[in-house]
């Protein structure tokens, strides 16, 4: 497997009935160059590992087999797969979703050749919503550079295209430099750092499909986890930097948490305390919403409004607090 100019990691965890989707969809790709697929499977128990050891026997010459004899979990079993990159190019796919167009991996690095100060290339992904038979786009944006620091955090000028996505230049991942692994394997950190490294090249066309499934490690959490859980990443970021960029990421961390505008300027504007006034923030936060609060909803109703969409209303009740 010399002279692999990209590594592709497919990362898996029981996902035996989207695994064998996702491996023909790497396969299937037509480029000019030679890649290698390595398939990170944490010791799955559904028979994934069976499928991955099938078309590693089928494809010993582009497919690279690491099945983990106990789980690490997910974060974990990605970074060190990082550690063994060795190509100019590496990019990364989970194994219930998929590419959906050959051309994807020749597109991407064409255009990564071409613009040597772009750290990372990126499209829009297709979201599909399996539980309500819904599609949409991931991103509602137009074709461009986006630079680093934005000048504000809006579409125009901020976007975190899915992580199936994305193509990264390898040499400007520095793993030394990074003190918690979390930076180089969340989507969320992971954008802002290669976007510190240089520019994102977006490319305006769906070439990847993400499946909501409602039972991954993300999107089986309930809304309120799901915030905090990103709003606690872009803390670690922030703190990762020692808060060099505390002024972007306090918007991105605001607009996680749903925060007031007053306590919004407070943390951007901080000179000091930045770790105790965020903990203190995702203290109340988790004690409001995910502690002291009974977020599972008495009445829920759905209603379309439209073509594939649906307008939910909910009513919750608060445990009696103490």
Known sequence: MKNNLVTIFLVTYNHFDTIENSIK???????????????????????TSDIVRKYAKDYPQKIIPIIRNHNIGEQLNFYNGLKTVDTK???VLE???????????????????????????AHNTLVKYLQDDIER?????K?????FPPKRITKKYYIEPHTS?????TK?????EIQNPIVATYDIATNFYFLTKGNLFYIDKIMSVYNYTENGVYSGLNPYTQRFKSANIINLLNKEFNYKYNKILSRLFSTRLNLNFCTYLKIKYLKQNFEATYSKILDKYKNQYLINADIKPIFKFKFPIGAKKWLSLELKREKVRG
């Not at 194994?95 to 290339?121: A, R």
Request: aromatic share 14%; charged share 25%.
């Open 25 to 47: 969809s790497v396969l299937e790709q037509v480029t000019t160059f030679s890649y290698k697929l390595v398939i990170l499977d944490d010791a799955s128990t559904d028979g």
């Open 89 to 91: 190019y590496y990019t």
């Open 95 to 121: 194994g219930d979703d998929y590419w959906c167009d050959k051309q994807k991996l020749q597109t991407q690095i064409e255009i990564l050749e071409q613009n040597p100060d772009c750290s990372f290339c």
């Open 137 to 141: 786009p991931y991103i509602k944006s």
């Open 143 to 147: 074709t461009q550079k986006y630079g």
């Open 165 to 169: 996505s994305r193509v990264y230049r």
């Open 172 to 176: 400007c991942l520095n793993l030394k």
